[in-house]
């Protein structure tokens, strides 16, 4: 982790350093708007200010950071970045050499309703097992229907995929407790597997190749720079 941390502070110092041979010159606007953007998680200014103090900071110590940070942004959208380049045809031949990659799994539709009381929660069951409407009882005691669509495998607690996967559709479940409520399920849906096709996955392997070209060619840059930087470590 030393060693890791370390080849990244020379990677910063080195993309810094070009930055500013680059003579880059970054608006004082971003850097004020990157600060009212951190000043926003705080109560008031007296909040974030005192929170720079514990850390023995001040403002100025802040905005030479974001300004920093953001030189080394705009020498790698020079030098890397604007000279990425992706054809239609590799993001073609990606899918087709992939296609395992892209099958969405079965997802399930369904509605549920959340009670606090366990007697209510069965009398509530009864008169949907009797062919009632959720919606319609929901309102008839004030609850709310709440509607989610999901995919077996960890989107959902292990309890709620459960039953939601074990009913059948349009089938309501027995209450669940859940800690302190209980919960009724409906399975409205059931969607099948199936493959994307090109154009729904074309955008994410757009990204994808570009990340991962984007990444090769700012390693080869990098170790260009190392190799023609003096790089001292000085060691306690």
Not at 157 to 166: A, G, L, N
């Amino acid at each position: 982790m030393k060693l890791d941390l370390l080849d990244k502070l020379i990677e910063d110092r080195l993309i810094l350093q070009e930055a500013r041979k680059g003579n880059i010159i970054i608006n004082p606007d971003r850097i004020k708007s990157r600060v009212n953007e951190i000043r926003k998680h705080y109560g008031s200014d007296t909040e974030f200010q005192d929170s720079l103090a514990k850390q023995g900071l001040v403002q100025a110590d802040i905005e030479a950071k974001i300004r920093e940070q953001l030189l080394m942004y705009s020498v790698i959208e020079r030098e890397i970045k604007s000279k990425i380049t992706i054809k239609p045809g590799e993001v073609t031949d990606f899918y087709q050499e992939n296609t395992a990659k892209f099958i969405l799994p079965e997802q399930r539709e369904f509605e549920s309703i959340t009670i606090d009381n366990e007697g209510l929660a069965n009398e509530i069951f009864d008169k949907l097992k009797s062919g009632q409407e959720l919606q319609g009882v929901a309102e008839e005691y004030s609850l709310t229907v709440n509607k989610f669509t999901c995919v077996k495998g960890g989107q959902l607690r292990k309890d709620i995929e459960d039953t939601v996967f074990k009913i059948n559709l349009a089938q309501i479940s027995s209450p669940v407790k859940i800690e302190n409520n209980y919960y009724i399920f409906k399975l409205n849906n059931i969607i099948p597997p199936r493959h994307q096709n090109l154009s729904e996955v074309q955008d994410e392997i757009y990204t994808m190749l570009s990340n991962k070209k984007m990444q090769e060619a700012l390693t080869k840059w990098l170790d260009v720079l190392k190799e023609h930087t003096y790089i001292k470590i000085l060691q306690n």
